[in-house]
């Protein structure tokens, strides 16, 4: 978005949120303290100051002041829990240390708890309403940039034809530019000119933005192209020329540097981050011992008991599967089969024979995972995450799909994204599996921690739906 709209944007999401801030405060102390009288004192109007103070403080350090065109939906849902984080564990503290100077100066906590909490809904709705709604009048082309794009070769075409699709960005490409037009003739009337034709081009038309879309074995008219833009201002964005060995429904490239070089690196992982590692495994150390200690411990032995009353054999089915970096694990699940040698190689289908009664159903509840929660304890899986296969078919597959392995970048989960999209049991073609495998890499690319409570919400959902392909 152009500079005067940007500040436009953060101003309106500024002002929105200190207004909720302001209803969400006034609503507390009306919840907690039971009057709004307690405005009159001191101690509670400095604490709204504050309040105002560590919300400005907190959108820096969140970065939720960073919107552009390009910024997508789960970056400002990260961006709002971030906000949020950094502005409980500020205003807490400033009743901490108040109260440590000052033994008379008492604030009630619930007020703040209230504050936050009715703060956060009502931010997120309007944070994300008002994202819906730029993205919708731009779509209708109001709010535009003009743009160009220089170099008509496939990584310019494709380009174009992404912005095409995606109008939310705002973005109209107004042609190409190209010193060797002959070469595409396909385009041939969408190429106004060569690059000496661009320079005056975007003066003229008063273009926003330069698509750079050369290869970069034209070091030289590079160069050119971004003297001309700075000394013009008009921003210049490099696409990369490498379209031909990359696969765009694999690849999200991202950019870091070494001292003062650009690396780029094939694939965004927010969980090669430190502190999401240990965020992801908080949740499933907390999720596990939350579920065991309301369901587990009483679960486990009832279908125990079941399974043994159904048919002979042992309660637990353990199988080795591929984990994280290929390495494998025992999984643990509650035995759904009658005693066979076929269980290590051959997956379960419809209306399979070696299925017992009582496994039809687990199977069909998704109940038969629940074990697993014994690995997520000890370490080996995730509560989210791609599921593990049979080493047999982690071999089989590997060689015949495309980036299979990538999904084992991250621990197997007892749920996943490509689950929840159906992308589960059994598979009877490659075709299937690749399906699958692209989920898994959609999620490892795109991790947050509210994806995974969406996950689990979706996991709930379809267990009392039921599932066509549970069986």
Known sequence: MSRRFTNVYIFLHSVGDLFILLVSYLCAL??????LYYLLDTKYQQLFVYLNLIYLLSGKLSGTFNMYRNTQITTIATMLVKLFFFQVILSFSYIVVFKDFNETFKISREALLYTYSISFVLTTIWRFSFFKLVRYFRAKGYNTKKAIIIGAG???????????????????????????????????HLIKGNLKEAKLFARENQIDEIFCALPYKQEEKIIDLITFSEKYLIRLKIVPNFTHFLTTQF????????????????????????????????????????VSLTILWWLIPLIAILIKINSKGPVFFVQERTGIKNKSFKVYKFRTMFVNGDSDSIQATKGDSRITPIGAFLRKSNLDEIPQFINVFLGHMSIIGPRPHMLKHTEEYSKIIDKFMVRHFIKPGITGWAQVNGFRGETRNPEEMEERVKADIWYIENWSFLLDIRIVFMTIFNMIRGEEKAY
């Open 251 to 290: 690849h999200k490239l991202e950019i870091d540097y070494f001292d003062t070089y650009p690396v780029m690196m094939l694939r965004q992982e927010p969980l090669e981050i430190f502190i999401n590692r240990v965020a992801k495994r908080g949740f499933d150390f907390v999720f596990t011992i939350a």
């Open 30 to 35: 009306y919840f907690s303290l039971g009057s």
């Open 154 to 188: 496939p990584a310019g075409q494709e380009f174009k034809r992404m912005l095409e699709g995606r109008m939310e960005f705002g973005i109209s490409v107004l042609g190409f530019f190209d010193d060797e037009p002959e070469r595409f003739p396909q385009i041939q």
